[in-house]
């Protein structure tokens, strides 16, 4: 069992950043929960700092998370700067870091850069000691990302901002570098691709294993083809499915039949796998 630690920056009298009638407590605490719930509908155990607008005292969280052993942490926020707004995402990891979170922070980053956010690249930061600069990376002892998202005072940023699809990229980050079948981590070539077709065609109507990678690629895919609508990985292949299939295909120069025979499922494949190695 995956154990994966889910944080909202700020939150009760902290709103964090503040810009155009937004706070950033409550768009990391959005994010969060979004977050959260994705990651335990594919089966990861997931522990929160907060899920409601309330204090958080990052020594606690920290103590948290370093106390229930979880494999990984994401703490979300939103960045802002004076004068002419930056742009893009970010994330920052512990100088400690021995991989993981760099590998993290990167699967995390190319999803978000898939959605047209500059790709601002993972970072270090440490304060006037040579420690690191923020609390939950210095107090941490599992791979741990800071996420600034997107700049909250950029208002070209916040037009491209949704809740949902930058939650799927931290969900399907962690998913990627800490797959459920691995306690280890470290690994993204098990969740990217499908494993070998399954010699039936898949059509609505269809269930099981096959059905729910075909939409667990779909949603990957998605990331980079914002015409795909997203899926519930729920392993049923209904009219959203259906819709989701036959976009994919058109795109890709296939017959849009809306059935998954060999020449669909190898090129979805093919494109999954593609997006999961940036």
């Not at 605490?29 to 607008?53: K, P």
């Not at 400690?96 to 979170?101: I, N, V």
């Not at 058109?250 to 093919?270: F, K, N």
């Amino acid at each position: 069992m995956q154990k994966i630690a889910i944080y909202a920056g700020h939150g009760g009298s902290d709103p964090g950043a503040v810009a155009n009638g937004r706070r950033e407590a409550d768009l990391n605490l959005a994010v969060s929960n979004a977050a959260t719930a994705i990651l335990r509908s594919w089966g990861y155990q997931v522990i929160n700092n907060r899920t409601t607008d309330v204090d958080r005292s990052i020594t606690r969280d920290a103590n948290i998370a370093n106390e229930n052993n979880v494999n990984a942490l994401v703490e979300i926020h939103q960045n802002s700067n004076p004068g002419t707004p930056g742009t893009g995402s970010e994330a920052f990891i512990s100088i400690r870091d021995t991989g993981q979170a760099r590998q993290l922070g990167n699967a995390i980053l190319r999803r978000l850069a898939a959605m047209g956010y500059v790709n601002r690249g993972v970072k270090t930061q440490v304060n006037a000691s040579g420690q690191d600069a923020f609390g939950i990376l210095r107090l941490t002892n599992m791979p741990a990302v800071l996420l600034e998202s997107a700049f909250i005072n950029n208002p070209a940023d916040m037009t491209r901002f949704d809740v949902n699809r930058i939650a799927m990229a931290v969900a399907e980050g962690v998913r990627e570098v800490f797959p459920l079948n691995s306690s280890g981590g470290g690994g993204g070539g098990t969740s990217c691709g499908m494993p070998s077709y399954p010699g039936t065609l898949l059509r609505v109507g269809a269930r099981g294993e096959s059905v729910r990678q075909v939409q667990r690629c779909l949603n990957i895919v998605s990331l980079r083809q914002s015409s795909i609508q997203r899926l519930v990985e729920d392993g049923a292949f209904g009219p959203r499915t259906l819709d989701a299939v036959t976009t994919f295909q058109r795109i890709y120069g296939l017959a849009a039949d809306g059935i998954i025979g060999p020449l669909t499922w190898a090129r979805l494949s093919q494109e999954c796998a593609a997006i999961c190695s940036m």
